[in-house]
Each structure stands twice: as C-alpha cells, then as structure tokens.
C-alpha cells in the first residue's frame, strides 16, 4: 500500500518564525547539510550585526562563516538587504536564505550575487509535508547556488582566516601534549578542520578529538560506510550493553547517541563551555581531552574482538 503525501501549513508546524522555526533549524544543521553537501555547525542564534540579528551564524567545515537568514513566507527585499548586510560584515563564506516562496526577482538576485561576489549565496525553499499519520517532515529543495565561476573567484578566500589559524594551532598543542602520554595520535598530523581522528584497530569505529570556539569532545564514531546502518546499529547496542561496565571503568558517564535514522552512531564525552575562544583554558581543556581518551580508549579496545565478528555476521 502506497501513502498519499500531503502538504502541511509550515506555520502550522512552527507558529513563530524566529522562536520556533529558527530554533529548530539551529538544532537540525545536519538536514541543511545534506542538502546543500555543505558540513555545517552552529556559532549562534542572533547574532548581532549593528542594530540587525542574523537568525544563524554557523561554519563550515573549514571554520568559516556561514550565515543563514529564514523567511517562512514570500521573499521580500527587506530579507535581501539584510541577507547582504550579514555576509558582508561578518566576511561570511557562505549566505544561505530559506523562503516558503522563493520570488523570481530574488532568484535573479541570488544568481547575479553569485556571478559577481566571491560569497556562496543559496535560495531555498522549504515546505513540511507527512504521509498517511506520519509526522511532517520538512523538505528543502535549493532554488538557486554559486555557480562555478563564483566558487573560483571565492576559493581560497579565507585561507588563512582566524578560524584556521586558531584550530591549527590548538592541534598542534594537543597532538604535541599527546604524544608525552600516548601513542594514540603520535602519527596524526595537525588539522584546520574542527576534528582529528585515529583508529582503534577495526575499520568503522574512529576514536575523534572535536572542538568548536564554545566546546570539545571526545567520541567513539560508529560508521563502516555505505550500506552499514545495521552494522553499525548493531555494534552500538553491543557496547550499549557493556554500559555500566565502561562507564565504571573510566569513572565517568558519557553521552551515547544511537543517532536512529541515520547511517552512523557515536559515543561521546563532552567538554562544555570551554573551546577554541578560550585560550587561555587550552591548557587545561587539552590535559582533560587527552586523560579522557587513553582512559576511553583502553575501555573501548577490549571488545573490538566481538565488534569484529558483528561486522562479519
């Protein structure tokens, strides 16, 4: 039996643009990810601009920023001008503008921006549509993006923003620390990504370091690739089982996220409220990292044996 879709009235689902749709989207980057193929994580909600708030302000994966501007209703020129003011002032890579109903003259708009400035600016429309009793889903569908002249002119053009430089030097801090401790990382280079990773002796499972400019963590990533959902489901409920007992061994509590509906699952501690705009705290945060991940890391290793064997069923 095949469902009907059915569209639903997205102030329905979020009565009010900036506390209920904003919000939502601030805590689902990943749908905009997968949309638009861009990593995206959050910096902040209304962040200020002279007398303006951009609804979000993320980065992507290289640490640049990534401004993202919600109308849920007919674009307006009102919502360009600000779209504009944003990306130029906080140096945005990327201005990314969602609309229930994308206007043909600011489609135009976007296209020439993207023909004529370095900034990578998408339109896009969303709707929320359910199937039989389902609940509403959202759907994103990207109206308008940089065209490729726009992303040479663009390429490169942070390089050597403050984000990179930040996150290069904070690796090489904790890496450098890190190998007085452990061999864990000791064949890791440095990264102006947001995360560093190493294995743990079994393909699908990566031990990662994270830090963003307000947290960090530690985290056990579960994903072996395409078409492993169920393995990796299957691993994480294993070690899920062996809860109490890791926990007790490395004399703390973390975070397991099964992530149901997607592909990869993950176990992770958390470091709140310190991160890369703390630099004074880096010490002290990198120590708290590295002591958590050779404790993490002796736990976890012990059951890679029956991992293993899941992997193969």
Known sequence: ???????????????????????????????????????????????????????ILAEDSAGNPVIIENQLEKTNHDHLGKLITYATNLEANAAIWISSNPAQEHINSISWLNESTPIDFYLLKVETIKIGNSEPAPLFYVIVGPSEESKGIGEGKNELAKRHHRRLAFWEKLLFKSKEKTQLFSNISPSKEDWISTGVGLMGLGLN?????????????????????????????YLYSKKDIIENEINDHVTWEKLDGKRASRIRKKFNKVGLRDEKQWDD?????????????????K???????????
């Open 1 to 55: 039996m095949v469902g009907k879709v059915e569209r639903v009235s997205l102030r329905d689902i979020w009565k009010h643009e900036a506390y209920d749709f904003t919000n939502w989207l601030s805590e689902n980057l990943d749908v905009l990810s997968e949309t638009l193929d861009l990593s995206l994580s959050l910096v902040e909600t209304e962040k200020s601009v002279g007398p303006f708030n951009v609804d």
């Open 285 to 301: 945060l990198q120590d708290q990292m590295i002591d958590f991940m050779i404790k993490f890391e002796k736990a976890i290793k």
């Open 209 to 237: 370091y994270k830090v963003t400019y307000d947290w960090a963590a530690v985290e056990l990533y579960i994903d072996k690739g395409k078409n492993s959902d169920l393995i990796n489901k299957n691993r994480f409920d």
């Open 303 to 313: 059951y890679v044996p029956e991992l293993r064997r899941i992997g193969n069923k």
